[in-house]
């Protein structure tokens, strides 16, 4: 009878253990990692206000670079692949890119990666989280397809440009908001890399859309967001959205600066011109908690002939190239040219 009194008290021990165990467990899958994450980026480049962001690249500079140590990847729907695309490019799923950086090539063995998809915005998004996750020779193909070859462009870019909400426009000014509370980001990991790289991952099957808002939801309910206006002062003043708010490019998302005054508990929406540069600040803010999205189109959507004759940054004929595309339906995995490494190089393209 003794000895089976020990052995219950073992057990309840043994027990116990488990359950302070549990509860420790339990603690850190509770945790906030914001401050983590935040301290790896900063330190890590600081890419949201780094001269390499926007990292785009235009069609001329890709075209030029085709034959050198390039890979091309197309993340527009097959069908359209299948009808032309840039010569050697593969064709990957957006949701599947990550596992395809990680798990099918070798992204350091190129000098150049560039993602194409319908209109620059898409990749753009895709680049930013690339980027943030350390693959820094990535970059997106500007104004997508739609800078390539003219019958591309008629499907996207051509058909988005409008004046739709010229007249609705102002020039009254609102202040940032009250410094507050920044978002938690909740993971039982204390590795601020594993952290980002499984919220990507997500961010990923989530598909570009999730993050993306039109511009008449934020004409007609821009009480239900805060709107970034993401260009420079000297434009602002010419004419954004009713109720935006403007943030200096590349100088107002951080901890040092103005990232606490972007609310919790409404969605944030930056715009830009094209809705490229505002694709790469959409998924940065949603990367680090923040519900976020990207205006479609930018102010092209809804502007665009102050942009044409004031501002700058219209997507325009001048924008289309006419370059050779392929129907080479072949998906060989691509190799390296490695005896060419390190002998490109890129400018970015574009930005606010």
Same mark, same amino acid.
Request: net charge positive; glycine share 6%.
């Given at each position: 009878?003794?000895?089976?009194?020990?052995?219950?008290?073992?057990?309840?021990?043994?027990?116990?253990?488990?359950?302070?165990?549990?509860?420790?467990?339990?603690?850190?899958?509770?945790?906030?990692?914001?401050?983590?994450?935040?301290?790896?980026?900063?330190?890590?480049?600081?890419?949201?206000?780094? =001269?390499?962001?926007?990292?785009?690249?235009? &069609?001329? %500079?890709?075209?030029?670079?085709?034959? *050198?140590?390039?890979? +091309?990847?197309?993340?527009?729907?097959?069908?359209?692949?299948?009808?032309?695309?840039?010569?050697?490019?593969?064709?990957?799923?957006?949701?599947?890119?990550?596992?395809?950086?990680?798990?099918?090539?070798?992204?350091?063995?190129?000098?150049?990666?560039?993602?194409?998809?319908?209109?620059?915005?898409?990749?753009?998004?895709?680049?930013?989280?690339?980027?943030?996750?350390?693959?820094?020779?990535?970059?997106?193909?500007?104004?997508?397809?739609?800078?390539?070859?003219?019958?591309?462009?008629?499907?996207?870019?051509?058909?988005?440009?409008?004046?739709?909400?010229?007249?609705?426009?102002?020039?009254?000014?609102?202040?940032?908001?009250?410094?507050?509370?920044?978002?938690?980001?909740?993971?039982?990991?204390?590795? =601020?890399?594993?952290?980002?790289?499984?919220? &990507?991952? %997500?961010?990923?099957?989530?598909?570009? *859309?999730?993050?993306? +808002?039109?511009?008449?939801?934020?004409?007609?309910?821009?009480?239900?967001?805060?709107?970034?206006?993401?260009?420079?002062?000297?434009?602002?003043?010419?004419?954004?959205?009713?109720?935006?708010?403007?943030?200096?490019?590349?100088?107002?998302?951080?901890?040092?600066?103005?990232?606490?005054?972007?609310?919790?508990?409404?969605?944030?929406?930056?715009?830009?011109?094209?809705?490229?540069?505002?694709?790469?600040?959409?998924?940065?803010?949603?990367?680090?908690?923040?519900?976020?999205?990207?205006?479609?189109?930018?102010?092209?959507?809804?502007?665009?002939?102050?942009?044409?004759?004031?501002?700058?940054?219209?997507?325009?004929?001048?924008?289309?190239?006419?370059?050779?595309?392929?129907?080479?339906?072949?998906?060989?995995?691509?190799?390296?040219?490695?005896?060419?490494?390190?002998?490109?190089?890129?400018?970015?393209?574009?930005?606010?």
């Amino acid at each position: 009878m003794k000895k089976l009194f020990i052995f219950i008290l073992i057990i309840a021990a043994f027990a116990a253990c488990q359950t302070e165990n549990k509860s420790k467990d339990n603690s850190a899958e509770s945790a906030d990692r914001f401050s983590i994450v935040m301290s790896y980026l900063e330190s890590n480049g600081n890419y949201i206000n780094s =001269a390499s962001i926007p990292s785009i690249i235009s &069609a001329k %500079k890709l075209y030029g670079l085709l034959d *050198r140590n390039t890979l +091309v990847i197309d993340i527009r729907k097959e069908p359209h692949y299948q009808d032309g695309h840039i010569a050697g490019a593969v064709n990957v799923k957006y949701s599947n890119l990550l596992n395809y950086f990680e798990k099918n090539i070798d992204p350091a063995s190129f000098d150049v990666i560039a993602i194409a998809c319908y209109s620059g915005q898409s990749a753009g998004f895709a680049t930013s989280l690339l980027r943030l996750l350390g693959y820094d020779n990535v970059y997106s193909l500007k104004w997508g397809m739609s800078s390539w070859k003219k019958k591309f462009a008629d499907m996207k870019w051509s058909k988005k440009t409008s004046n739709k909400y010229l007249d609705a426009i102002t020039t009254e000014s609102k202040p940032k908001a009250e410094f507050g509370e920044y978002p938690k980001i909740m993971s039982e990991d204390s590795m =601020a890399y594993n952290i980002i790289r499984k919220r &990507a991952h %997500k961010m990923f099957k989530n598909g570009f *859309r999730h993050y993306a +808002v039109k511009n008449n939801v934020l004409f007609e309910q821009p009480e239900s967001f805060y709107i970034i206006n993401y260009w420079p002062e000297k434009f602002y003043k010419k004419g954004h959205i009713p109720g935006a708010i403007q943030y200096t490019p590349k100088k107002s998302l951080d901890r040092a600066s103005y990232l606490q005054t972007l609310p919790v508990d409404k969605p944030v929406v930056p715009y830009c011109f094209t809705g490229q540069h505002s694709a790469y600040v959409t998924a940065y803010l949603a990367l680090i908690g923040y519900e976020a999205r990207t205006l479609l189109y930018g102010a092209n959507g809804f502007m665009h002939d102050m942009l044409v004759n004031e501002i700058g940054h219209a997507f325009t004929e001048k924008q289309v190239m006419d370059y050779p595309t392929s129907k080479d339906q072949s998906q060989t995995r691509p190799k390296a040219k490695k005896e060419e490494k390190s002998e490109s190089t890129v400018s970015v393209s574009g930005g606010c």
